[in-house]
């Protein structure tokens, strides 16, 4: 069974600080996405990675691809009220995604 | 273009019940998938069809069923629901492997 963990589960921080999640998978997948969800929403995709060690840039978010391809993580630099939600992290492989338990960040203003 | 759609968005059933949801896909997306998402276990994989077929299936009991028509709009059914059922349903779209879209999902609560 393959499996995602995500750390931390809970993030609280104030505007303007930096701060980073992490994903770490027991196996391999083909390629990992990163996404967000807020409140009575579904999630939207962010990025995908596919290559080990690649790194991904989206405004102040930078994603990061383990070069083992098992494990992944996301910066954000100077988080602002509006990155508040729910961070998910999935890895995908023979049509569907795993999905980690995702990490609630709540950026106070 | 109009994103995914899923109808309805909240449903209230009691035990025992069955429940259809429905989901139309972004237009010319011919891959639907469906996730249950809950508090504890986060989202997981129900199934996905491409082309009115089922390609992969997740680890839910027979209870929950889907299937997909030809204009690739999809339908899940969960039959004798029970209480932890209740959950956030989101249906996903992509092209094939593609990038993949979510819709807003249909929220039911089991009493």
């Known amino acids: 069974t393959q499996l995602l963990e995500q750390s931390p589960q809970f993030l609280s921080i104030q505007e303007g600080e930096n701060l980073t999640v992490y994903c770490n998978s027991s196996?391999?997948?083909?390629?990992l996405q990163w996404y967000r969800q807020e409140p009575g929403e579904g999630p939207v995709l962010l990025v995908t990675?596919?290559?080990?060690?690649e790194v991904k840039k989206l405004k102040r978010l930078t994603f990061q691809f383990g070069d083992a391809r098992k494990d992944s993580s996301l910066h954000i630099t100077a988080a602002q009220p509006g990155d508040t939600g729910l961070y998910l992290c999935?890895?995908?492989?023979?049509?569907?995604?795993?999905f980690g338990k995702g990490t609630l960040l709540t950026v106070n203003p | 273009k109009a994103g995914v759609t899923q109808t309805p968005r909240y449903l209230i059933k009691t035990r025992g019940q069955q429940v259809t949801l429905s989901c139309s896909p972004i237009s010319g997306h011919r891959s639907v998938s469906w996730y249950q998402q809950t508090p504890g276990q986060g989202l997981q994989f129900l199934f996905e069809?491409?082309?009115?077929?089922?390609?992969n299936k997740g680890n839910f009991p027979g209870r929950f069923s889907g299937r997909q028509f030809s204009n690739s709009r999809s339908e899940m059914n969960v039959s004798t629901l029970e209480l932890g059922d209740s959950a956030l349903y989101l249906c996903a779209s992509s092209f094939d492997r593609g990038l993949i879209s979510f819709g807003p999902g249909t929220r039911l609560l089991v009493l």
């Open positions: 069809y491409f082309s009115e077929t089922q390609r």
């Open positions: 196996s391999v997948f083909s390629s």
């Open positions: 990675v596919v290559t080990g060690g």
């Open positions: 999935a890895g995908g492989s023979n049509y569907k995604l795993t």
